[in-house]
């Protein structure tokens, strides 16, 4: 069973609109979680990096939350644009550096 | 920056050839990783490197994949021989450092095809 779990697996939102993307993980010990950004036949880019005493990360119009109590995260896109078209992937590191990769969610942005 | 170089780009070959992915880290970045990117299984991290010596290789499928290093500004993964369940997209990542908060930067990827 994936240690982390993405939802929804796929989601279209209109332009300019904002939508919330979901992770929850099980992966312990925990040393930080990354959302990744995949345009279509590029390689992921790092969006945000929280460690464990993080609650919160922004990056532009992105922002990471980080409950390691409830061990969810969350990203949330503001005011969409055509270019945020893309998968996403929540990736959890445990203290000994072994990655976890969630499945991803498809973010398809229509004007 | 160049960025992280992967060639080729895309490669098609026969089950039972060899097959050899190469890439080029960021100068100066002490850590190399190569990963996997499949439909079903998403992104696996196969092996990664520490100046230029292997530290986990526990993600390599099958001893018909095999990782080298011969020094800091290259890489190698092979796989030998090909079959048709290795296509996928091959990508190979640095960073300067790798913890809590060092970036990874990847490459564009190697589409590999195993006909």
């Known amino acids: 069973k994936n240690q982390v779990e993405q939802s929804p697996q796929s989601l279209i939102i209109l332009e300019g609109k904002n939508c919330t993307l979901q992770?929850?993980?099980?992966?312990?010990?925990?040393?930080?979680l990354r959302w990744y950004k995949q345009d279509t036949g590029r390689g992921p880019v790092s969006l945000t990096i929280?460690?464990?005493?993080?609650n919160t990360k922004s990056n532009g119009r992105y922002t990471a939350t980080l409950d390691a109590d409830t061990k969810q995260s969350s990203l949330h896109i503001t005011a969409s644009q055509l270019s945020d078209s893309a998968s996403y992937i929540c990736?959890?590191?445990?203290?000994?550096?072994?990655?976890?990769f969630g499945a991803g969610t498809t973010v398809t942005v229509r004007a | 920056d160049a960025g992280v170089i992967q060639s080729p780009r895309h490669e098609v070959t026969e089950m039972g050839q060899e097959v050899t992915l190469r890439c080029k880290p960021i100068?100066?970045?002490?850590?190399l990783f190569w990963y996997r990117q499949t439909m079903m299984r998403g992104l696996e991290l196969l092996i990664y490197?520490?100046?230029?010596?292997?530290?986990?290789d526990s993600g390599m499928p099958e001893d018909r994949f095999s990782a080298k290093m011969p020094n800091a500004s290259f890489s190698t993964l092979k796989i030998q021989p090909s079959e048709p369940r290795d296509s996928a997209v091959y990508f190979c990542?640095?960073?300067?450092?790798?913890?809590?908060?060092?970036?990874?930067?990847f490459g564009p990827g190697t589409r590999l095809t195993v006909t």
């Open positions: 990542a640095s960073s300067l450092k790798w913890d809590r908060k060092n970036e990874q930067y």
């Open positions: 992770c929850n993980y099980t992966v312990s010990p925990f040393s930080n």
């Open positions: 929280m460690t464990f005493s993080e």
């Open positions: 990736v959890v590191n445990r203290n000994d550096y072994k990655l976890s």
């Open positions: 100068s100066g970045h002490d850590y």
């Open positions: 490197f520490n100046n230029n010596v292997p530290i986990d």
